[in-house]
């Protein structure tokens, strides 16, 4: 249990779906990411959100929307994916931008499958 | 650009000892870390480094050389229960500050 919760764990989408993933942390921090894991690939970041204002978004396709209502919360919301956008999406926390030592924390990932 | 490379896996034995290397290119180094990621479960913090030298907590320990872009992760008797992906990332600075990652090194510990 690392304080930061995603939902849901596993989604299959089809290709016209939309769906949203969810994370929420526990831990008071202010800084939140989404990363991409796919196999045998480095984890990606995707988005960076400080106090609830975007400040990195690393040219992520459009049809990947984050959104972050408050310092607790994020999601990722989702439409018209590819089989390519299969992976483990990553969210992760920490008290600030200064990453150092352990001050990030990750959730658990959702696995995401496009047919 | 950013580069970080690390070896694809690796098999070692119950109780013996391992090391895992990782070699990086960055601006802004700001330090590096290690994290343990077992199938289907969140990357977990081991160690970080941001001074030259030897940073030691129990079984593992991992070394820094700045000048070198080099770090190894060593694991001393392993445990079935090591066998995971060892993750190595590093922060690069200014005001992005954001955490790269390598493709990671997926260790299998064997009786």
Do not use: F
């Given at each position: 249990e690392t304080g930061v919760t995603q939902t849901p764990r596993h989604l299959v989408m089809g290709m016209t779906n939309k769906k949203s993933l969810k994370c929420e942390q526990h831990?008071?921090?202010n800084a939140m990411y989404w990363y991409k894991q796919s196999a045998k690939k480095p984890l990606e970041l995707m988005f960076v959100y400080n106090f609830k204002e975007?400040?990195?978004?690393?040219?992520?396709?459009?049809?990947f929307s984050p959104e972050c209502p408050n310092s607790s919360h994020l999601f990722l919301h989702l439409h018209t994916?590819?089989?390519?956008?299969s992976a483990l999406y990553l969210c992760a926390s920490s008290l600030?931008?200064?990453?150092?030592?352990?001050t990030i924390y990750f959730g658990e990932g959702s696995w995401l499958t496009v047919v | 650009g950013q580069n970080i490379d690390q070896p694809t896996e690796m098999t070692a034995t119950e109780g013996a000892i391992v090391q895992i290397n990782c070699t990086y290119q960055t601006s802004g180094f700001n330090g590096l870390f290690w994290y343990q990621q077992h199938a289907g479960e969140a990357p977990t913090f081991l160690s970080y480094n941001v001074l030259d030298g030897l940073e030691e907590k129990g079984r593992f320990s991992s070394f820094l050389s700045r000048s070198k872009g080099y770090s190894y992760l060593l694991l001393k008797?392993?445990?079935?229960?090591?066998s995971a992906s060892y993750l190595c990332a590093v922060t690069s600075g200014g005001a992005t500050n954001k955490l790269i990652f390598g493709t990671g090194t997926l260790l299998a510990v064997q009786p």
């Open positions: 831990l008071g921090h975007q400040t990195e978004n690393n040219s992520v396709p459009s049809r994916l590819q089989p390519e956008d600030s931008r200064e990453i150092s030592g352990n | 008797e392993l445990q079935m229960k090591d």
